[in-house]
């Protein structure tokens, strides 16, 4: 599946062959912690069918991470 922050930043969407799903980011840690445990299962047997997903809700929590940061100033170096 792949993942996309929406413009309103407070809802991503998972798109994949067969599915189309809007959460809001409040249930992103939880997602990230699913499918994580999916990938864990059975020592990793099902990793690569999962990895994809978890790669995408990552690649989220990163882009709204940044965003935050820009917003209050950190991640930057002060010009002096």
């Not at 935050?68 to 010009?79: D, I, L, V, W």
Request: with cysteine; glycine share 8%.
């Amino acid at each position: 599946m792949k993942a996309r922050l929406l413009p309103d930043r407070a809802n991503f969407e998972l798109i994949g062959r067969h599915a189309h799903q809007v959460h809001c980011v409040s249930s992103l840690a939880d997602l990230i912690r699913f499918y994580r445990g999916l990938m864990e299962r059975k020592s990793g047997a099902y990793a690569d069918h999962y990895e994809e997903t978890w790669s995408e809700l990552e690649r989220v929590r990163r882009e709204l991470l940044g965003s935050e940061q820009s917003k209050s100033g950190r991640g930057h170096a002060s010009a002096r």
